[in-house]
């Protein structure tokens, strides 16, 4: 059977040896198996792990088998569960299955339960699962059916199944009412539903099943259904999908409603709809209508088009809200409140808002529509009109007039308009003055008429001009020391034809002396740039020379005539000119003066650039100077070397430095005292040296300590508690000194060591010089050339050696000679390499005495990572070598005989196996069983037992090699370990030196043994495996031996076998 993951089964078995076979049985069968030692135990780990199968013995430490099924019962536990027990009582198996064990195996000594075992687990496991499948199915079944009977029963709707091939069944009676088909009609002709659908229709529906052929969660269908009297009735399904156990749709249940007479209204009120729809969006009229608290329900395209708002953004809301102007909101809610409560239709106009902030002027003409009642009103209907630009032209068109007339009569320039023999039509007030006239009295005579002979000559020639050309024509003349600039422009009739002339003339006497004096200004400037030695230029915004002086020019190492009309940034190297035009046209951009300081040819310039404004305010040149500030930036440099030096020696001083002023408040310091105290620069600058103390009061009591030591000249130091940023107090030496000892008002230096460590070291230092005084265990200090040179008074007591005796001597007169030089080059090894050795050593005391100890050294460095000193503790260890000696007699070996004893034996045959496999060699493993011991125990006392078994245990040493290891199992079995064993001899598998052995082993206890004055006979079984042959592991080996073992007794004792070679004589016997 199938599973995604690997069955896990637990195992509650005390006996090790019968759990750890089947445990490594099931695993050859791919499950993965855990042992619990007790029913407690294999309780607690079903409730902290998850487990397929839980297989139980019946005897148990605790609690049985039985008492663990109750258990898990209590607990709903539902898992499957298997006695495997060596009780083969009939009561314990009924029991068992009371409790809902699953199966029950009994153990047999052939082992043979554990071939049915693999098989009685997939049996429960497959069990198991069809009940829980059983179960989930019938829930399933039991709530489907009961949902469905409801469905149905309640339904006032069309209730039908349909397949997902729309196939129809389970029909209600509502279905067949509406259709006048019954469900036999159906079943009969499947195809029957299909034909009764429109045809306009019927695409959609098959449309729907032919892309949902696997079913969908749910859906919804409107269509036209043909009853049996021949009608077409509209129905709303509501379709659910129906899936299997594995998830797969196979169905829908369907409800139907029948919406006949919803969709005959609906298709009525979409035609008024589409109509009264259509006929507003057409209009060029804005119109809105809204409900009776003002909230706008209709918004026709023309309003969307006009306000920017669309129809879905307006409805629901106030026109207040949104397009009405501030100022008249108050005004439009009278408005409405008129037309809404009182009836009464009105027209006005107002301004709106539109969505791109703009305002709009609309002529507003309102309606009302009452309710069905006509009781109130319930729609008001606004029609509006824009009249904005109609209303701006006629505005425009009177504010032209005015501007005009105001113009031509504040304007000193002299403006006429006249026909084209220049008879003068129109004529300001100062046009008139200056032909020494009224107004009235020029219009309607001839201009040239007016003005002197030559002048009126010369004027009609550019008059035919004008004429012939249909161009303007500007001149200037000069009379009487004014000068005019005249300008005549013709106007042209709706047929492109010239019928009249506008002159306009003005003085521009004043700008000709303008003109003279900025020449003579240009000259003057021209002689100042020559002479200043800085760079002058004057430049295009897009860097075109305009201007430049000579002193520029020679710094361009060009003439000033080879740079006018060229691009500045292409004469200089190109790094400087990316800069220089990013300022310049961050001036141009700002329109604000830019200052700039940059070298050049290992010169360096202050430059200034200035935008140069028009009349507009925008920037039409930029004027650039720039000073030769070389010499400063070299004494600047000079000097901010000399500062940086200094800078460089307060913040790389090992002690904190600060002025203090008279207030006490911290004016400068270097950044050691920052990292003393923790405060950030800004935190400190200026503040009050009050938080550096531990208290205020401290703060005061310092002052006073201090201030007078100042007056008389002196240099305060101390050593005192100070606080950090964070609260910690430290240690720190402080020294201070006035800066002038006659004016205290200039302030104090303060220098501040952080001594906390030092203090530490020295509480360190008497703290590790008590601890050497007092320490019970020896100590000695030693230099680099292994000279003592420090010992405590321990020291004295463990070795018998004086201070005085033993200091400049080197450690080895302590030494034993118990080790070789090997053993301390390995030492000293450790020591330079890790720094630290510890171990066991014996050590000679001043008397001779030799003795344990446990001695532990390590190397003291300096900051360089130098050995300097070694230091080595030690102690005396002999009464717990000898404790530990006990101990470990008592717990290996077999307080009767002296053979090792069980513990020791399973040690050392699991070190063999580990030898026999690194060295690639065979052993043998004997396991020997007296016999008639019993019979001696019994009859003669145990006492006499003792005595045969400690002179067994004699003869035994006598009959093995030296390699080979002797042990007692308990009572009377005794083994024996045969290591690095002869290969097989060409005779076969017995290996002859293991014959000899175990032969040797026979006959000296076949010999007579004296026990209490009586002559006692026993002889003994012996049984031997081979490793690797039969077994690689401690588990097998010991098994086989003990079989082999059994199959001697069951010949007639006094006999040994070996398992492979006497298997098959062992089964016969």
């Known amino acids: 059977m199938y599973r995604d993951h ?104 052939e082992n043979s339960y554990l071939n049915l075992l693999p098989l009685v687990i997939e049996q429960v496991l497959e069990k198991r699962r069809i009940i829980e499948e059983k179960e989930r199915l019938e829930k399933a079944l039991y709530q489907s059916e009961k949902q469905l009977r409801a469905f ?36 009969r002709d499947t195809q029957l539903w299909y034909r009764l659908i429109h045809p306009e229709d019927l695409k959609t529906v098959r449309a729907f099943f032919a892309t949902h052929r696997n079913g969908v969660a749910a859906h919804e269908l409107e269509y036209r259904l043909r009853t049996k009297q021949g009608q077409w009735r509209w129905i709303q399904v509501r379709m659910v999908g129906t899936q299997d156990e594995q998830g797969y749709y196979y169905g829908y249940n369907c409800i139907g409603r029948d919406i006949t007479a919803r969709k005959q209204a609906e298709l009525a009120l979409h035609k008024e709809r589409d109509f009264t729809d259509a006929v507003l969006d057409t209009i060029a009229t804005l119109v809105v209508v809204h409900d009776r608290q003002g909230r706008v329900i209709r918004f026709n395209k023309a309003a969307e088009k006009l306000t920017g708002y669309t129809a879905a953004e307006m409805k629901g809301r106030y026109v207040w809200d949104c397009l009405i102007v501030p100022e008249e909101k108050t005004a439009v809610k009278a408005i409405f409140s008129e037309l809404a409560y009182q009836a009464i239709p009105n027209q006005y106009e107002g301004h709106w808002v539109i969505k791109d902030g703009t305002h709009r002027l609309i002529a507003w003409s309102n309606t009302i529509l009452f309710d069905r009642e006509h009781q109130r009103v319930e729609y008001v209907i606004g029609t509006g009109t824009d009249v904005t630009e109609r209303r701006q032209a006629e505005q425009a068109l009177r504010e032209s007039e005015q501007t005009l007339r105001i113009i031509l009569d504040a304007t000193t320039e002299s403006i006429a308009l006249a026909e084209l023999d220049t008879t003068c039509i129109l004529i300001n007030p100062a046009g008139a003055a200056r032909l020494h006239r009224t107004v009235a009295e020029v219009i309607g005579h001839g201009l040239d008429e007016l003005m002197p002979p030559e002048i009126a000559r010369r004027n009609k020639i550019f008059v035919n001009q004008v004429i012939r050309t249909k161009q303007s024509v500007c001149f200037e003349d000069q009379h009487e020391e004014i000068w005019f600039e005249h300008s005549l422009s013709p106007v042209f009739d709706e047929n492109g034809m010239i019928n009249r002339i506008v002159i306009v003339s003005r003085d521009i006497t004043e700008h000709k002396q303008t003109e003279k004096a900025l020449r003579k200004s240009e000259q003057t400037l021209r002689v100042i740039l020559d002479v200043t030695t800085d760079t002058i230029l004057l430049i295009e915004t897009d860097g075109t020379c305009v201007i430049i002086n000579a002193a520029g020019a020679t710094r361009f190492k060009k003439h000033v005539e080879n740079i006018i009309g ?105 950044r050691k005292l920052t990292e003393i105290f923790g405060y950030t620069e800004n935190e400190l600058q200026g503040c009050s040296s009050v938080i550096l103390y531990p208290s205020e009061a401290d703060f005061v009591k310092f002052g006073k300590e201090v201030i007078p030591l100042f007056m008389k000249g002196e240099i305060f130091t101390t050593e005192r508690l100070l606080r950090r940023k964070n609260g910690q107090l430290f240690w720190c030496r402080l020294l201070g000194k006035s800066i002038d000892d006659l004016d205290l008002s200039k302030g104090f230096i303060w220098t501040l060591d952080d001594i906390t460590e030092k203090k530490h070291i020295e509480e360190s230092l008497w703290l590790a010089a008590t601890v050497f005084e007092t320490a019970t265990e020896a100590i000695f200090i030693t230099n680099i050339q292994n000279d003592i040179i420090a010992v405590n008074p321990a020291f004295t007591t463990l070795t018998g050696y004086t201070k005085a005796e033993i200091l400049g001597k080197s450690p080895f007169i302590l030494s034993s000679d118990y080790h070789d030089r090997d053993f301390f080059r390995t030492i000293k090894h450790h020591l330079f390499k890790e720094g630290k050795w510890q171990g066991e050593i014996w050590n000679r005391r001043k008397n001779g005495e030799v003795y344990p100890a446990w001695l532990s050294v390590v190397a003291i460095r300096q900051a360089d990572n130098r050995i300097t000193q070694f230091v080595t503790v030690f102690s005396d260890i002999t009464k717990r070598k ?139 079984s012996i049984g031997i495996s081979f490793f690797p042959e039969d077994g690689e592991d401690i588990e097998t080996l010991m098994k086989l031996a003990d079989t082999a073992m059994y199959w001697a007794k069951k010949q007639g004792r006094n006999n040994y076998l070996f398992y492979a070679k006497d298997r098959e004589l062992g089964k016969n016997r």
């Open 882 to 1020: 000898q404790d530990e000696a006990i101990i470990h007699y008592q717990a290996n070996f077999d307080a009767l005989t002296d053979l090792p004893n069980r513990m020791f034996f399973m040690e050392s045959l699991a070190q063999e196996i580990l030898c026999a496999v690194r060295d690639r060699t065979r052993f043998a493993l004997m396991f020997i069983d007296l016999d008639r011991f019993k019979w001696v125990n019994d009859n003669l006392g145990h006492h006499a037992g003792d005595q045969l078994l400690v002179e067994t245990a004699r003869r035994l040493k006598r009959c093995v090699r030296n390699t080979d290891i002797i042990a007692r199992l308990g009572g009377d079995e005794f083994t024996v370990i045969l290591p690095k064993i002869d290969p097989t001899t060409s005779s076969g598998r017995t290996d002859w030196n293991v014959k000899s052995i175990a032969e040797r082993i026979l006959n000296s206890l076949n010999i007579s043994f004296t026990i209490e004055s009586r002559e006692i006979f026993i002889s003994a």
């Open 566 to 670: 060229r691009c500045v940034y292409d004469l200089l190297p190109p790094e400087v000119a990316v800069k220089r035009r990013a300022t310049i046209e961050q001036s141009i951009r700002t329109k604000q003066p830019i200052f700039l300081e940059d070298e050049w040819a290992e010169q360096w310039f202050e430059n200034h650039c200035c935008p140069v404004l028009d009349d507009e305010g925008e920037v039409v040149r930029v004027a650039v100077f720039a000073h030769d500030i070389t010499e400063r930036k070299r004494a600047e440099h000079v000097l901010q070397q000399t500062l940086s030096e200094q800078e460089a020696i307060l913040n790389n001083s090992m002690v904190g430095i600060v002025f203090v002023t008279p207030d006490r408040k911290l004016r400068r310091f270097n």
């Open 6 to 109: 690997p069955t896990r089964i637990l195992y509650i078995e005390d006996d090790k040896v019968i759990a750890s076979l089947l445990q490594k049985w099931l695993e050859g069968y791919s499950y993965v198996v855990d042992l619990a030692e007790s029913g407690y135990a294999g309780l607690a780990q079903l409730q902290e792990h998850h487990y397929d199968v839980v297989a139980i013995d019946y005897h148990l430490p605790d609690i049985n088998g039985l008492q663990v099924l109750k258990t898990l019962a209590i607990r709903n536990h539902k898992l499957p569960s298997i006695m495997v027990t060596g009780e083969g009582n009939e009561c314990v198996a009924v029991e068992a299955m009371k409790l809902g064990v699953s199966d029950y195996l009994v153990k047999d000594q």
């Open 152 to 187: 149905f029963e309640g339904a006032d709707d069309i209730v039908y199944f349909q397949e997902l091939d729309g196939t129809l069944s389970l029909f209600n009676a509502q279905a067949s009412r509406l259709t006048g088909y019954v469900s036999e009609d159906f079943k």
